[in-house]
């Protein structure tokens, strides 16, 4: 019934920028943290960014001073800034996002279903 989708994904230059967008339908009442994670083929999935319902903000320390995420609450959307990209960047990108769809319902997590970002060097 929830779903999140990413979009934005794309092959740019290293030195290059891509602005992500994840957008959440569905029955919601309330979605608190939204976050970006990556996997790269090989490796585990990490987390790169968090941004709480206030609107507070984490980074992994690969990305910061070069990734920003922000949130549009209206739009249920989370965006991903990405500037600077380095060849080591390139993985899938995950929305996920902690969401209750009732008043009665616990808050669940879910996610999208990724977008292919690939920074060539």
């Known amino acids: 019934q929830v779903q999140l989708v990413e979009s934005g994904g794309g092959l740019v230059q290293a030195g290059g920028s891509l602005r992500l967008s994840c957008s959440a339908s569905?029955?919601?009442?309330?979605?608190?943290?939204m976050r970006w994670y990556r996997q790269a083929p090989g490796k585990q999935r990490e987390l790169v960014a968090a941004i709480s319902a206030g609107g507070s903000t984490n980074y992994a320390d690969s990305v910061k001073g070069r990734f920003t995420i922000s949130r549009e609450n209206a739009k249920k959307t989370v965006y991903l800034q990405m500037n600077s990209l380095k060849p080591e960047d390139t993985a899938v990108y995950y929305c996920?996002?902690?969401?209750?769809?009732?008043?009665?319902?616990?808050?669940?997590?879910?996610w999208g279903q990724g977008t292919q970002v690939t920074v060539s060097s």
């Open positions: 996920n996002a902690d969401i209750r769809r009732t008043v009665v319902e616990l808050i669940t997590q879910y």
């Open positions: 569905g029955s919601i009442v309330s979605i608190f943290a």
